[in-house]
């Protein structure tokens, strides 16, 4: 059914959503988007399903955007830019709001949409040796999309410390950030997030989803003209000349102007 993701699921009702693509670190084309709300909604709807672990094959969690899927944009008129970042908006709205626990297992680097992922987990371990940014403004673009998620998960002031500078932070100052809630070498990773399932095992999933929506109610404002705004600033951004700039330099193994 999937080309670009796996879902595994254990007798316990323990189910693995995977990123596939570990020959591109997972980075995500829109094909792949479109599978994940394809998943969400499955693993939603599935009664057998208790708990969901969001992970990545290979030694990257996720990469972000694809670049090739990015650069495609640049020939794009302005609808077709939206209704491609809406497409990542509707599976990011879909996985932070799956009625089902989601555990990240962070196991390897996270970049970009890759720390939009990570943000929607109720729960993200990340092995130790990772690296982690929102790397978009090296690129002339925005974190719009994923950007409610991130901001919801460190808050606003922990966000203003790494979300213009597309600097890269490791496992233990992504803790401190509140991305990850904790960071455990790659060896104890599997425990580490076997705890964090365990005890919902022992949950009535009805209540454990119904938990889940008031915490998300109680939280801050994500709602469609949330996502409406992100979207339209992230294609006033590809409408600008920094991101043909960037991509074009990135594909051109050259350094874009504002770097001199």
């Known amino acids: 059914m999937f080309e670009m993701i796996e879902i595994e699921t254990d007798a316990r009702g323990v189910a693995t959503l995977r990123l596939n693509r570990p020959e591109k670190h997972n980075a995500m084309p829109g094909e792949m988007l479109v599978e994940l709300k394809q998943a969400a909604r499955q693993l939603a709807a599935d009664d057998d399903v208790r708990v969901v672990v969001l992970t990545g094959a290979g030694k990257s969690f996720c990469a972000g955007g694809d670049l090739t899927w990015m650069q495609k944009q640049m020939a794009a008129d302005s609808a077709s830019r939206g209704a491609e970042a809406r497409v990542l908006a509707e599976a990011l709205m879909l996985l932070n709001t799956l009625p089902k626990p989601l555990i990240g297992a962070i196991q390897g680097n996270a970049f970009g949409g890759g720390v939009g992922l990570a943000s929607v987990c ?139």
Not at 223 to 233: E, K, L, N, P, S
Request: glycine letters at 8%; aromatic letters at 6%.
């Open 122 to 260: 109720d729960v993200a371990i990340g092995a130790d040796h990772l690296k982690m940014g929102l790397t978009e403004t090296r690129l002339g673009l925005i974190p719009a999309t994923i950007g409610p998620y991130v901001v919801a998960r460190m808050g606003e002031s922990r966000a203003r410390r790494v979300f213009m500078s597309a600097r890269l932070f490791g496992a233990a100052e992504a803790v401190e950030l509140g991305l990850l809630a904790k960071c455990v070498p790659a060896a104890d990773l599997a425990a580490a997030v076997e705890a964090e399932v365990v005890p919902y095992l022992s949950c009535a999933p009805r209540a454990v989803a119904a938990a889940k929506k008031l915490t998300r109610d109680l939280g801050p404002r994500l709602d469609d003209a949330v996502i409406d705004m992100t979207i339209q600033a992230l294609v006033d951004c590809w409408e600008g000349d920094e991101a043909p700039e960037g991509i074009g330099a990135f594909f051109a193994k050259r350094k874009p102007r504002w770097q001199g």
